[in-house]
């Protein structure tokens, strides 16, 4: 049988506007269709923290000058970045693997993913997403507009959203009869669409973000992947993050990595996350291993060349 494979990809990489957006997917694809070569069963999430930023900060300035339109929910928002997100890397993916002559259909799935209202996240707003601004910019748009900014990995301010926990992904089934179709298929976008489910089986969108890594593990658990990929800015996981005594990890077991986690060595909204949904999915069930790399570093990293691999 294939390797089942979930590749969550980070929506740093693929930039931050629509120029960007373009070029970065034609790189990005590259490594996702090496695998597919190779066999392998993937399905593809992605992040959207620049891009969910940029459009709710647009459509905040259209409102703002032009009455006529109503506020846009953060959830809508997240919902447009599906779509134009996915919209590109089905394409692009598409395209790339005709281009090897490989015959295989490419879909992007809108995901919805449940939250619990009560979650204490919607209490504590720690998901960075929108461009990276200085402190003075950031001041000036926390005091305008109410929005909580944190400094983001020495890199910049960025406004912080409430990241509650995935609880379930809504169109799960779907997802399952495409790639069991064979179908290469781009879910959970941005971390799915986080939504409320309320009286009368109504779904209601939630005001939040949820950390796509959370929600690519629950759906590497749900579709029984072997592989969950989380590609990011680094090639590997390290201790003492930008210190003299920095040390990449390679492998790592479960209990380790827990360790590592109560001792602090992890940026939250950051790094955190990353190892949290990698740890999680790896216990989840024997013979189950969650990467760590950069884009390019993903069949090495399946390969054991490098990456940091976090299993039982």
């Known amino acids: 049988m294939k390797k089942k494979i979930v590749v969550a990809l980070g929506g740093n990489a693929l930039g931050n506007n629509l120029p960007e957006q373009m070029d970065a997917v034609a790189e990005a694809v590259k490594p996702i269709a090496d695998?597919?070569?190779?066999?392998?069963?993937?399905?593809?999430?992605?992040?959207?923290?620049?891009?969910?930023?940029m459009i709710q900060e647009a459509m905040t300035l259209l409102t703002r000058n032009n009455p006529k339109?109503?506020?846009?929910?953060?959830?809508?928002?997240?919902?447009?970045?599906?779509?134009?997100?996915?919209?590109?890397l089905q394409n692009r993916l598409r395209e790339e693997l005709l281009d090897r002559g490989i015959h295989?259909?490419?879909?992007?799935?809108?995901t919805q993913v449940e939250v619990?209202?009560?979650?204490p996240a919607f209490q504590n707003p720690t998901k960075p997403i929108g461009p990276f601004l200085t402190k003075e910019e950031a001041d000036i748009k926390?005091?305008?507009?109410?929005?909580?900014?944190?400094?983001?990995?020495?890199?910049?301010?960025?406004?912080?959203?409430?990241s509650p926990k995935p609880k379930a992904i809504v169109e799960i089934d779907t997802i399952k009869a495409l790639a069991d179709s064979g179908y290469v298929v781009i879910?959970?976008?941005?971390?799915?669409?986080?939504?409320?489910?309320?009286?009368?089986?109504?779904?209601?969108?939630?005001?939040?973000?949820?950390?796509?890594d959370l929600a690519s593990e629950l759906l590497a658990e749900q579709i029984d992947a072997?592989?969950?990929?989380?590609?990011?800015?680094?090639?590997?996981?390290?201790?003492?993050?930008?210190?003299?005594?920095?040390?990449?990890?390679?492998?790592?077991?479960?209990?380790?990595a827990k360790k590592l986690i109560e001792e602090g060595h992890f940026a939250p909204g950051s790094m955190l996350p990353k190892v949290e949904a990698a740890v999680k999915f790896a216990e989840s069930k024997k013979g189950r291993t969650a990467l760590i790399t950069l884009l390019e570093k993903a069949k090495d990293g399946i390969d054991g060349k490098t990456g940091t691999r976090i299993h039982e």
């Not at 619990?116 to 979650?119: G, I, T, V």
């Not at 590609?231 to 930008?242: I, Q, Y």
């Open 104 to 110: 295989v259909g490419v879909a992007s799935c809108l």
């Open 142 to 162: 926390a005091r305008e507009r109410r929005h909580v900014f944190k400094e983001d990995s020495g890199r910049g301010y960025r406004r912080v959203v409430a």
């Open 226 to 256: 072997d592989f969950l990929i989380i590609l990011t800015a680094v090639e590997k996981v390290a201790v003492n993050f930008g210190k003299p005594d920095e040390k990449g990890l390679d492998d790592v077991s479960v209990k380790e």
């Open 187 to 212: 879910a959970s976008g941005g971390g799915g669409i986080p939504v409320f489910r309320t009286e009368h089986n109504h779904l209601k969108g939630a005001p939040a973000v949820i950390d796509k």
């Open 69 to 88: 339109y109503d506020h846009f929910p953060l959830s809508v928002c997240t919902a447009m970045s599906q779509g134009y997100i996915g919209y590109d």
């Open 35 to 53: 695998l597919i070569e190779e066999g392998y069963e993937v399905v593809v999430s992605h992040g959207n923290g620049p891009q969910v930023g």
């Open 116 to 119: 619990d209202p009560l979650d």
